[in-house]
């Protein structure tokens, strides 16, 4: 499938936007990825992007519960026996009022996920958002809130496991002992991310701040994945915690235009034994041959 997209002059590049995952797609302004539906970013970093983004989903988050908190009441005053409701209006002007307080929360608060999954089915760019997506319909609030987690943290299962929720919400930085390598480790919690434990976290009923954030054995979540990821059509794709924070890695190498001295860092991140193991973690070195077959393109 060949995409058709602006391309900007080369000195303009800097005032540009373009799509973490697809390098390709370069805008003028701000907006979303043709190709899967994700947000674009600024060619040239912007430190107060990330805030940008935190105070609009902020926002969003509490038009939703505002709107979601009333519809909440609603049906559980329903279910107990002489409806006291039902001295105020019938039950069908009852589930009208539902509906229109739901519909802030779908087609405001909620619409950017489904027109950028709808983005990438259209295209057939099934990604790890898709899948997100796919659990989430599926009320698995733990696989969901699992593909964003170690998207994000770049950190291991094994790691990511033994997290408890008092261990995660309203964190600056998540503390650990590698289970794999014994160092002691810390990680920054990214606004987006900070807003996103707060969401699954209702989610998921308030659990005990005491208790796991995920609970599934390494087996059984990537059999999850798998299933998952065969659902929505990642056919030849073969999914697991690793394919997450294999993603995650990639994303942030793109997203800074495959700077070396970014890669060194993930390399870094990542804790692996040499650069030359986290190229080929990311698929760098394959490219990096195209691009020197490339050069070939000329006429002598």
Not at 1 to 24: F, I, Q, R, W
Not at 45 to 69: G, R, S
Not at 99 to 126: D, E, G, H, Q
Request: glycine share 4%.
């Amino acid at each position: 499938m060949v995409h058709n997209h602006k391309h900007m002059a080369p000195n303009s590049l800097k005032d540009g936007y373009t799509c973490p995952m697809h390098p390709e797609v370069i805008k003028e302004a701000s907006g979303s990825c043709p190709i899967c539906g994700m947000d674009l970013i600024p060619m040239e970093p912007d430190e107060t992007e990330e805030q940008k983004v935190y105070k609009d989903l902020l926002k969003k988050m509490k038009i939703a519960t505002i709107f979601t908190i009333p519809v909440f009441f609603i049906a559980m005053i329903e279910m107990n026996e002489g409806n006291p409701l039902l001295k105020i209006m019938d039950a069908s002007r009852w589930n009208w009022l539902q509906l229109l307080l739901t519909l802030p929360v779908v087609f405001y608060a909620c619409w950017m996920f489904f027109l950028r999954a709808f983005k990438s089915i259209i295209t057939w760019n099934l990604n790890m958002f898709t899948l997100n997506r796919y659990f989430q319909k599926d009320q698995n609030f733990e696989m969901a809130l699992l593909i964003e987690f170690e998207f994000r943290t770049l950190l291991r299962y094994s790691d990511i496991s033994r997290f408890t929720w008092e261990n995660v919400l309203n964190k600056d930085e998540l503390v650990l002992n590698e289970k794999k390598t014994g160092k002691k480790r810390s990680i920054k919690v990214g606004a987006v991310l900070k807003v996103l434990l707060l969401e699954y976290y209702d989610l998921m009923q308030q659990p005990d701040l005491q208790s796991t954030v995920f609970n599934y054995t390494l087996r059984h979540t990537n059999r999850l994945l798998q299933l998952g990821s065969r659902f929505v059509g990642m056919l030849k794709k073969r999914v697991s915690t690793h394919s997450l924070r294999k993603s995650g890695a990639r994303f942030l190498y793109e997203e800074n235009n495959r700077s070396e001295d970014v890669f060194l860092k993930i390399s870094m991140i990542l804790n692996h034994s040499s650069t030359q193991v986290s190229r080929r973690y990311l698929g760098i070195t394959k490219e990096e041959i195209s691009d020197v077959f490339s050069s070939f393109d000329i006429f002598l």
